[in-house]
């Protein structure tokens, strides 16, 4: 049995944190050398050789162009750069900056050997995963396994309850950047008797999932930044500048809406003193698109997922962003029930995470952590369609057309995986383009796809057409993916695994040129 540690680390677009899976077998957060549960995912570059991360760089945010945060909405985007402390940044760079500060300031740090598991959004792609991997790899963590928010709560709710849940729940997870529901099986207590003597006691198994990379509380606050913008200049006839009213102000400003009908903002003009008065009525307004959004995201999942809302037993909410009266309002009319609210919706998505990083190390546990962690069983699907480009008939036209040939669906259940052949097309043809591609529907055109790896598999010269390659997806329980591209006559193959991050979202020589503060 090792000695380590199995850690939990809900990587924020706003706030993070850092779960622990203790001796006792329970989830408990980690403080941080300041005291606090949550550390601010921002990075402020305070000289060539020195990075402040955290409360401190927060508040600098929208103050001082060497302050960035928010970029995990980004994350997966090559072509995203910023520039600060002298050097280009990316997505990654500036996470594995954030990572390298939980890691360090986690009280006690996190060792090199803890087993760590990262949560991410549901609706994270392929290079969003692998870039969050890498920046892990960059700030020096081991990552056992990467799993989706939702599902970290669920998990979190399902063994933390004295009667374990049991029927169909839904995660309703809105944190500061990105929006996840997810409709799940939680099987609670089973009968371990006769032919079920071996079943779990706590399952959880995801039915359906839906989510958007952009949409979340940071929107609200910049939604509220308009509003104090678009006021004070038919006040003053002046405008206010984002540094003016910052997003931290404008939080605030948000959580003081969550608690109250109206909100007063004091800021100064040529005339003197300008209070602006926002109401909770306009700024649910202001972000009633994103509520329609939500609803739809909501309706698709419960569709999807093939059961009747009569038939969710609770709605568990997640993320920061769930304390605000509207959003907890969408879910209550969505589903017809009062939510539930844990008791700190910034912790859940971590404390959820570091049981499954138990629930992954099954053979480092001593007995009494292996007793909770054996009542344990976790079920993902796949969130996206996903397949390669293939010429295909076209008829009555005589001519080929190309396709997206989708093999592994939205939906089925992980691990999965599919072979299918396709053959090729002319005599001597002596190599086959591979693409591995991705969608969130049934797509069948490549203009709307997403190609997230691209190569070829050279064949022998001379051989006539009709020669069949087989291509096999695996779609791993981590929702990692293996493909294989194999000549069947030769056994020739090409292979692309996305548990292998790409070296261009990798940045460690710059991570290691700066001092994390």
């Known amino acids: 049995m090792s000695n380590a540690t199995l850690i939990g680390i809900d990587l924020g677009t706003t706030f993070s944190a850092v779960a622990v899976f203790d001796d006792t077998g329970r989830s408990t957060i980690v403080t941080n050398t300041d005291g606090d549960n949550i550390t601010p ?11 402040l991360v955290g409360e401190e760089a927060r508040k600098l945010l929208d103050l001082d162009d060497h302050t960035l945060g928010r970029f995990k909405r980004d994350m997966g985007e090559k072509e995203v750069t910023y520039q600060a402390g002298g050097k280009n940044h990316n997505p990654t760079s500036l996470s594995a900056f954030v990572l390298k500060k939980l890691k360090d300031d986690s009280v006690p740090p996190i060792a ?9 959004p549901a609706s994270f792609e392929h290079h969003a995963r692998a870039a969050t991997k890498a920046a892990a790899q960059n700030a020096g963590l081991k990552v056992k396994q990467l799993i989706n928010e939702p599902t970290a709560a669920a998990i979190y709710f399902a063994v933390n309850k004295t009667t374990p849940p049991r029927g169909n729940y839904v995660v309703f997870d809105l944190g500061g950047g990105t929006f996840d529901v997810t409709v799940l099986h939680l099987s609670g207590d089973k009968i371990r008797t006769g032919a079920n003597a071996d079943s779990p006691e706590k399952a959880v198994n995801v039915l359906a999932s839906e989510g958007a990379s952009h949409l979340g509380g940071d929107d609200f606050d910049k939604a509220l930044q308009k509003i104090v913008q678009a006021r004070y200049y038919d006040e003053t006839g002046e405008t206010l500048e984002p540094i003016d009213f910052t997003t931290n102000e404008a939080e605030e400003t948000k959580k003081t809406l969550s608690k109250k009908d109206q909100a007063l903002v004091s800021k100064r003009s040529s005339r003197g003193r300008t209070v602006i008065t926002v109401t909770r009525n306009e700024f649910e307004e202001a972000i009633s698109d994103k509520i329609v959004h939500m609803r739809k995201l909501c309706e698709c999942a419960i ?7 009569a038939d969710i037993e609770g709605v568990i909410l997640a993320g920061g962003s769930t304390r605000i009266p509207r959003i907890q309002e969408l879910a209550r009319t969505v589903f017809n029930q009062e939510p539930i ?56 036209h005589t001519e080929l057309i190309e396709r997206n040939s989708i093999l592994i669906m939205k939906g089925d259940k992980l691990p999965a995986a599919k072979t299918r052949a396709y053959y090729t097309l002319h005599d001597g043809q002596t190599s086959v383009g591979c693409e591995v591609t991705e969608c969130a529907i049934e797509e069948t055109n490549p203009q709307y796809v997403n190609i997230i790896w691209k190569g070829a598999l050279a064949l022998p010269p001379g051989r006539p057409k009709g020669q069949r390659i087989d291509v096999t997806y695996k779609y791993r329980a981590d929702q990692t993916l293996y493909c294989e591209f194999l000549d069947v006559a030769t056994g020739t193959r090409t292979v692309a695994d996305t548990t292998i991050g790409s070296p261009a979202t990798q940045q460690s020589d710059i991570i290691e040129e700066f001092t994390v503060e």
Do not use: C, M
Not at 112 to 120: A, G, K, L, S
Not at 303 to 309: A, F, L, M, P, V
């Open 41 to 51: 995912s921002v990075v402020s570059f305070t000289g060539t050789q020195s990075v």
């Open 112 to 120: 090199p050997d803890d087993q760590v598991v990262i949560t991410v």
């Open 303 to 309: 569709k999807t997922s093939g059961i009747d809302i």
């Open 341 to 396: 609210l844990h008791s700190n919706v910034d912790e859940i998505v971590a404390l959820g995470a570091a049981v499954f990083a138990a629930y992954t190390s099954r053979d480092q546990l001593n007995p009494v952590q292996k007793g909770e962690v054996d009542k344990l069983e976790v079920q993902e699907v796949s969130k996206l369609f996903l397949g390669t480009l293939a010429q295909e008939d076209n008829r009555p």
